[in-house]
């Protein structure tokens, strides 16, 4: 089962502009990360937000949180070639410290050179 | 910090045949989770261990697949009585047990039931 939703389900931008990615919920969550996932390649962690903030950022990426929407966004900004891959929400169901974690069902993003 | 291993990689197997999968998560994550991703599509959970008790198992599970971690090290997952849509990639992951622990992906092994 998915727990989150990302729009668009592909996204492809010229190398340079800004590459906005969304996540949709259904539950109650403790936390909200992003991952990343290269072709073939198993998912690495991008970054973390907690159900109390509404903002974060790492380098060049931008996540937000409105958990009045049950929503989230992912900014890249200045898009690379390199940053070509497969983008996921995962939430931590509930505030168990046991809490599953639930990816949704991605965003495919292509940045042309 | 080696990260985490699966093996095999890649595994063909005929419809019918039982299948084996190995993960190694990182030696201080007490936390393993299992996921199968189809082309396309998210990872799907499928159960997950701290330690070796065996927290929850999807209900999309058939009875044919199990998972162990025996002394909470390493994991299996087995699956018995392959059928083609068994095909896919398992994902191994493991973490801290911490809410706010990021998941370290190994990278997978990709099953082919012909």
């Given at each position: 089962?998915?727990?989150?939703?990302?729009?668009?389900?592909?996204?492809?931008?010229?190398?340079?502009?800004?590459?906005?990615?969304?996540?949709?919920?259904?539950?109650?969550i403790n936390n909200l990360q992003w991952y990343r996932q290269n072709s073939g390649r198993g998912l690495v962690h991008l970054i973390?937000?907690?159900?109390?903030?509404?903002?974060?950022?790492?380098?060049?990426?931008?996540?937000?949180?409105?958990?009045?929407?049950?929503?989230?966004?992912?900014?890249?900004?200045?898009?690379?070639?390199?940053?070509?891959?497969?983008?996921?929400?995962?939430?931590?169901?509930?505030?168990?410290?046991?809490?599953?974690?639930?990816?949704?069902?991605?965003?495919?993003?292509?940045?042309?050179? | 910090?080696?990260?985490?291993?699966?093996?095999?990689?890649?595994?063909?197997?005929?419809?019918?045949?039982?299948?084996?999968?190995?993960?190694?998560?990182?030696?201080?994550?007490?936390?393993?989770?299992?996921?199968?991703?189809?082309?396309?599509?998210?990872?799907?959970?499928?159960?997950?261990?701290?330690?070796?008790?065996?927290?929850?198992?999807?209900?999309?599970?058939?009875?044919?697949?199990?998972?162990?971690?025996?002394?909470?090290?390493?994991?299996?997952?087995?699956?018995?009585?392959?059928?083609?849509?068994?095909?896919?990639?398992?994902?191994?992951?493991?973490?801290?047990?911490?809410?706010?622990?990021?998941?370290?992906?190994?990278?997978?092994?990709?099953?082919?039931?012909?």
């Open positions: 089962s998915q727990q989150g939703e990302e729009d668009p389900q592909a996204l492809s931008i010229q190398e340079g502009e800004n590459a906005t990615m969304n996540c949709s919920y259904k539950t109650s973390l937000i907690r159900s109390n903030e509404r903002e974060k950022h790492s380098g060049r990426l931008r996540v937000t949180l409105d958990t009045s929407k049950k929503s989230s966004s992912l900014l890249i900004t200045a898009s690379r070639a390199a940053d070509t891959a497969s983008y996921f929400c995962a939430t931590a169901q509930g505030y168990s410290s046991a809490s599953k974690i639930i990816f949704g069902s991605g965003t495919r993003l292509s940045i042309r050179p | 910090d080696t990260g985490v291993s699966q093996n095999p990689r890649h595994k063909i197997t005929k419809r019918g045949q039982n299948v084996t999968f190995r993960c190694d998560p990182i030696s201080e994550h007490n936390r393993l989770y299992w996921y199968r991703q189809t082309l396309g599509q998210g990872p799907e959970f499928l159960t997950y261990f701290q330690n070796e008790a065996q927290l929850e198992k999807s209900r999309l599970l058939s009875d044919r697949f199990s998972a162990e971690r025996p002394k909470g090290s390493f994991s299996t997952l087995e699956i018995q009585r392959t059928e083609q849509g068994d095909s896919a990639m398992y994902l191994c992951a493991s973490s801290l047990p911490d809410r706010g622990s990021p998941l370290h992906f190994g990278n997978g092994t990709r099953l082919t039931v012909t």
